[in-house]
C-alpha cells in the first residue's frame, strides 16, 4: 500500500505539473501569438487542488487499462490512453459540477463537450497519456 501512495504522489505532482506548463504555454506564448500580442515571460500557468486527487487516481487506474493495451502498436495505445483521458476528465468535471457547484475548469471555448472537456485537446491528451505510460514502466522497474 506504501508504494501505491508514494507512486499516487508522484502522478499527482507529474499531473499538476503538465496542466501547470501546459495552461502557462498556452496562456502566454500560444494565444498571445496566434492574437498578434505580446509573449509575457512569466508564463504564470495554473491547476486546481482537486486536480491533485485526480492525478493521483492514476496508480489505481493505469494498471487496469495497460494491462489490456501493452501489445498494441504505440499508436493504438495513446489514443486509448487519451480516449480514457477525456472521458476522466469528463466524469470528474460532471462529478464536481454535481457536488461542489461548478466544474472548475468548464470550458466555453474550443470545441467542448458540456464545458467539462475539450476535443481539440486531444493531441495534448496523446503526449499526456505516454508520458504517464513512461513514468508508470520506470516507476515499475524500479518497483519503490
Known sequence: MKHKIFTAMIFACFGVTAEILFTGIKYNI????????????????QSYVWMIFI???????????????????????????????????Y?????????????PWRYTEGL?????????YFPAWLLFGYGVELLWRRLEKKNY
Open 55 to 89: 492525478y493521483g487516481a492514476i496508480p489505481f487506474l493505469f494498471p487496469l487499462i495497460y494491462r489490456r493495451v501493452h501489445a498494441l502498436h504505440i499508436i493504438l495505445r495513446i489514443i486509448i490512453y487519451a480516449s480514457v483521458c477525456l472521458l476522466i476528465e
Open 30 to 45: 500560444v494565444l498571445p501569438l496566434l492574437n498578434h500580442e505580446k509573449i509575457n515571460y512569466i508564463l504564470a500557468g
Open 112 to 120: 467542448h463537450v458540456n464545458g467539462y472537456i475539450r476535443l481539440d
Open 91 to 103: 466524469i470528474c468535471g460532471w462529478l464536481l459540477d454535481v457536488f461542489t457547484g461548478d466544474c
